[in-house]
């Protein structure tokens, strides 16, 4: 559906936390198995995203997260040459030079997100190729 309908790809798209096609996927999957499994105890789609939230918290978009960096991360990552990111919809997203980037796959209101940074914050990498192990 998504490859075929451009409508049902935006929706999807609008509350996943990427816009890759196979996040995109993965997250329809989730829904409408999910859907499957609660239709006849589901009251509402606020209901089916609560659920979705709990049971799959990393593929949803975290729209009212207002999380920053640390400072000192902020600092770190400003050193490393072509190296840039972004909190877009709740998420990390990276990009060094033109032709690798990622997502870290925790929100960045997790504790998860939080160990991320005091690795960063504890190994200071200064170059990318350090950098990259943490990222991964």
Same mark, same amino acid.
């Given at each position: 559906?998504?490859?075929?309908?451009?409508?049902?790809?935006?929706?999807?798209?609008?509350?996943?936390?990427?816009?890759?096609?196979? @996040?995109? !996927?993965?997250?329809?999957?989730?829904?409408?198995? =999910?859907?499957? $499994?609660?239709? /006849?105890?589901?009251? *509402? +789609?606020?209901?089916?995203?609560?659920?979705?939230?709990?049971?799959?918290?990393?593929?949803?978009?975290?729209?009212?997260?207002?999380?920053?960096?640390?400072?000192?991360?902020?600092?770190?990552?400003?050193?490393?040459?072509?190296?840039?990111? @972004?909190? !877009?919809?709740?998420?990390?997203?990276?990009?060094? =030079?033109?032709? $690798?980037?990622? /997502?870290?796959?925790? *929100? +960045?209101?997790?504790?998860?997100?939080?160990?991320?940074?005091?690795?960063?914050?504890?190994?200071?990498?200064?170059?990318?190729?350090?950098?990259?192990?943490?990222?991964?």
């Amino acid at each position: 559906m998504i490859l075929i309908d451009d409508k049902f790809k935006t929706l999807i798209g609008n509350i996943c936390f990427s816009n890759d096609i196979d @996040k995109l !996927e993965a997250l329809a999957i989730l829904i409408l198995g =999910h859907w499957g $499994d609660k239709k /006849t105890t589901l009251t *509402s +789609v606020n209901e089916l995203l609560s659920t979705l939230e709990n049971t799959f918290p990393n593929y949803l978009a975290k729209l009212n997260v207002t999380e920053n960096l640390l400072p000192e991360v902020e600092r770190i990552f400003s050193t490393i040459t072509n190296f840039s990111f @972004k909190i !877009e919809k709740g998420y990390f997203n990276w990009q060094y =030079h033109d032709f $690798d980037s990622g /997502t870290i796959p925790y *929100s +960045v209101d997790s504790k998860e997100f939080i160990a991320f940074q005091q690795e960063i914050a504890s190994k200071c990498p200064k170059q990318f190729d350090e950098l990259e192990g943490i990222l991964l």
